[in-house]
């Protein structure tokens, strides 16, 4: 699965989706996208075929709900690294 891990979210979170194998992981840190606008963030995600993984569920609700079609979205509690991680 090819997802972008949100900027709320621990870059190890990627770290750890791409050393499992099955997935295809990136943190805005890692490719020098830190500070982009959710727009902009829900865009490239549709161009590159990421589901969204985040803690930012107000915004990218909104934003999911007025694309014709997106890969998908998924939104975590703040629960910490390692709770996040078990719930991924």
Known sequence: MR??????L???L?????????????????IGRRGEPD??????????DRVIVT????DFRRLAGSAE???GLIILPS???ERTWTLL
Do not use: K
């Not at 997802?3 to 709320?8: A, S, T, V």
């Not at 727009?39 to 590159?48: D, N, P, T, V």
């Not at 803690?55 to 107000?58: K, M, P, T």
């Open 3 to 8: 997802l972008f891990i949100d900027e709320c």
């Open 39 to 48: 727009h902009r963030i829900l865009a490239s995600c549709i161009a590159e």
């Open 69 to 71: 079609l997106h890969p």
């Open 10 to 12: 621990s870059p190890q």
């Open 14 to 30: 990627a770290m750890r989706l791409n050393a499992t194998g099955r997935h295809d992981a990136v943190h805005p840190l890692h």
């Open 79 to 81: 629960l910490g690294r």
């Open 55 to 58: 803690q930012n569920g107000r």
